[in-house]
């Protein structure tokens, strides 16, 4: 990207075609992103915008991703239409027709984001941090702006079908999360989740074969390990895997379902113990049991325990809302103190303030 004295900026493009109107990739530094695009819509309201109100809670995550990974973050092109006189220049001496050449625009142009104002704001703040970034180059994909109504249908449209990739497998394929890589090795080392895991839906159709999904076992391994001092994960990865399998025991469900004497649509439409809520509750019980050098005797207190969803006395208003199963923080946390004090275990303060309250609560209801 080239300025003239003329005042234009010169992008090196490459020119498509796309629903008979024309378009241009091209090469942006990333000094350039927030200068040539810029927020002023905010104070607008959304039927005079062609964008959502920018989620500035979001930008500390995304700059954390681009300064926490330096050498392998990875960004989709931004898109972007031009209010301004653009031209397009053919290269000369290029084969392929004139689809290869420069794109000239003023500098007074406007130019209006389509799809990507939080990676735009995201660089930004990370180049404030580590300006070597600067000089880094993002796509984009530039459309001649043909008025509000044109980029609001531009923005509906590129949204439309986007499909965000589910957290099981975000868990399956991120390779920078420690958490994932030892929830992969636990999945595949311990004789609990061994082909019981559903690897791409957060949720189990009532038909499904397996009884647990990778992100809720994820979830249950950040609390499990929350705790520990170590970031070895193959060392961390042999705690949880041995917590898991201890706690494989006191389920009689688990070992049923992979005997073949029970189907997981079964266990899951009649227990609580394979759901998220308890999982997160093994987990977080877990991560202060694992502190006691005979944990695994004091675990061997929670057996016993009847998980039946028809036993309401216990889970209602504990693992359960009006029947139906919660995951919810209140319900991870009431239901991890159920088993804390099961074992044995000492509750903090905190815990017993929220299990007195969650008694006196169901005294009253009961009346």
Same mark, same amino acid.
């Given at each position: 990207?080239?300025?003239?004295?003329?005042?234009?900026?010169?992008?090196?493009?490459?020119?498509? $075609?796309? #629903?008979?109107?024309?378009?241009?990739?091209?090469?942006?530094?990333?000094?350039? *992103? !927030?200068?040539?695009?810029? %927020?002023?819509?905010?104070?607008?309201?959304?039927?005079?915008?062609?964008?959502?109100?920018?989620?500035?809670?979001?930008?500390?995550?995304?700059?954390?991703?681009?300064l926490d990974n330096p050498k392998s973050y990875v960004f989709s092109a931004l898109s972007a239409s031009i209010d301004g006189d653009l031209?397009? $220049?053919? #290269?000369?001496?290029?084969?392929?027709?004139?689809?290869?050449?420069?794109?000239? *625009? !003023?500098?007074?142009?406007? %130019?209006?984001i389509n799809d990507g104002q939080h990676r735009r704001a995201a660089i930004e703040e990370a180049i404030k941090e580590k300006p070597e970034l600067a000089d880094e180059t993002i796509a984009i994909v530039f459309f001649k702006d043909k008025g509000l109504k044109k980029s609001q249908q531009m923005f509906a449209d590129l949204n439309r079908y986007a499909v965000k990739p589910s957290k099981s497998?975000?868990?399956?394929?991120?390779?920078?999360? !420690?958490?994932?890589?030892?929830?992969?090795?636990?999945?595949?080392?311990?004789?609990?989740?061994?082909?019981?895991?559903e690897f791409e839906k957060t949720t189990l159709a009532p038909r499904s074969r397996r009884l647990f999904t990778m992100s809720s076992i994820h979830q249950a391994n950040k609390l499990l390990l929350s705790s520990q001092d170590s970031e070895d994960i193959e060392k961390l990865s042999l705690i949880a895997t041995e917590f898991w399998d201890e706690l494989d025991q006191y389920i009689p469900e688990?070992?049923?379902?992979?005997?073949?004497?029970?189907?997981?649509?079964?266990?899951?439409?009649?227990?609580?113990?394979?759901?998220?809520?308890?999982?997160?509750?093994?987990?977080?019980?877990?991560?202060?049991?694992?502190?006691?050098?005979?944990?695994?005797?004091k675990l061997a207190n929670?057996?016993?325990?009847?998980?039946?969803?028809?036993?309401?006395?216990?889970?209602?208003?504990?693992?359960?809302?009006?029947?139906?199963?919660s995951k919810a923080h209140d319900c991870i946390l009431l239901?991890?103190?159920?088993?804390?004090?099961?074992?044995?275990?000492?509750?903090?303060?905190e815990e017993e303030s929220k299990e007195n309250k969650f008694k006196e609560e169901r005294n009253i209801k009961n009346g």
């Open positions: 990207m080239t300025k003239k004295a003329s005042y234009e900026y010169k992008f090196p493009s490459i020119k498509g $075609i796309q #629903a008979s109107q024309e378009y241009y990739i091209t090469m942006c530094p990333l000094r350039l *992103i !927030p200068k040539i695009f810029l %927020f002023d819509e905010e104070e607008l309201v959304p039927e005079l915008r062609a964008q959502r109100v920018l989620n500035k809670s979001r930008i500390p995550d995304i700059s954390n991703y681009i031209r397009f $220049i053919p #290269a000369e001496g290029v084969a392929d027709d004139d689809a290869v050449g420069t794109l000239h *625009i !003023p500098m007074s142009a406007t %130019f209006i497998l975000g868990v399956l394929y991120d390779h920078k999360d !420690p958490t994932a890589e030892i929830t992969r090795n636990v999945v595949k080392d311990s004789n609990v989740f061994k082909n019981l895991v688990w070992y049923a379902m992979r005997s073949n004497k029970a189907s997981s649509g079964e266990i899951r439409q009649d227990f609580i113990h394979s759901h998220s809520v308890a999982l997160s509750a093994f987990g977080r019980f877990g991560s202060t049991l694992l502190k006691d050098k005979n944990w695994k005797t929670i057996e016993g325990i009847d998980w039946r969803r028809s036993n309401t006395a216990l889970w209602e208003g504990r693992a359960m809302r009006d029947g139906k199963i239901t991890s103190i159920f088993l804390k004090e099961k074992a044995g275990l000492s509750l903090t303060p």
